[in-house]
């Protein structure tokens, strides 16, 4: 592929799935860590916020890739290079 060509689709925004599974995993586990704290300062028990965390993080996960793929397929707010730097689809 040519360095012009991978320069459009990075610019439509298009990614791999496995790049959205990896954005999912990095941001869910940031989020897991944060359901933990919050559950573990509510209840004061480290288990019962280690079984909310380690229940959400699977659930969440999942609904986290299919968002990201979803909005992949929507072309609306993406720049178009043929229009030029100023102009955005949809709008």
């Given at each position: 592929m040519s360095r012009e060509a991978r320069r459009v689709i990075f610019f439509r925004g298009a990614?791999?799935?496995?790049?959205s599974v990896l954005?999912?995993?990095s941001?869910?586990?940031?989020?897991?860590?944060d359901t933990f704290a919050?559950?573990?300062f509510f209840?004061?028990?480290v288990e019962i916020a280690g079984s909310i965390a380690g229940f959400e993080i699977v659930t969440k996960i999942a609904w986290y890739y299919?968002?990201?793929?979803?909005?992949?397929?929507i072309?609306?707010?993406?720049?178009?290079?043929?229009?030029g730097a100023d102009r955005v689809h949809g709008e």
């Open positions: 990614e791999t799935h496995s790049r954005k999912a995993i941001w869910r586990t940031l989020g897991t860590l919050i559950s573990w209840t004061g028990r299919v968002h990201e793929r979803v909005w992949a397929a072309p609306w707010g993406r720049r178009r290079l043929d229009w």
